[in-house]
């Protein structure tokens, strides 16, 4: 079972597939060396499949809709997701990503359905953003207009 702001995700037979990207270079060239340069952690993707009964037509509008669904800005929705899964990859935000597709299944009268949801402001992005914040707070401003600095200086001065 998985919510998404609280709405249960419609379906019977529902499957959650959660993963997250390690991205790394080899770096051993053509030695037998296993060196390699690590990317940080990309935002984890939801896959989810479900099946809704022919009769429950309106929970699958539903489901589109909220799909579809855009703010004032025109950005796609996000949504605080709970399941298990998602827990345990402390996914919490996400928003529908990459499509969502309906297909057809007459031997159980049902549309099976699968879309994905991308994480938004995972663990990682908030860890970069507070250590950005704080080589900002660190970091000094470089003097931009320093030959104005300069020449009042020597306005001011008195002598020969």
Not at 7 to 35: A, H, M
Not at 102 to 131: G, H
């Amino acid at each position: 079972m998985i919510t998404l702001n609280g709405w249960q995700v419609p379906g019977y037979e529902t499957r959650i597939n959660c993963g997250i990207k390690l991205p790394s270079d080899d770096l051993s060239g053509l030695g037998s060396f296993t060196l390699s340069n690590d990317k940080g952690i990309k935002p984890g993707v939801v896959s989810i499949t479900t099946k809704i009964p022919f009769v429950n037509a309106s929970e699958l509008a539903e489901l589109v809709s909220n799909a579809k669904h855009v703010d004032e800005n025109g950005a796609r929705l996000i949504f605080t997701i709970n399941s298990d899964v998602t827990e345990a990859y402390k996914i919490r935000k996400a928003k529908f990503y990459g499509g969502i597709n309906t297909t057809e299944l007459e031997d159980v009268k049902a549309w099976q359905v699968t879309f994905k949801l991308l994480e938004v402001l995972s663990t990682a992005e908030r860890n970069q953003q507070q250590i950005d914040g704080k080589a900002k707070e660190n970091s000094q401003t470089q003097a931009v207009d320093g030959h104005a600095t300069v020449q009042n200086a020597f306005d001011k001065s008195e002598g020969p």
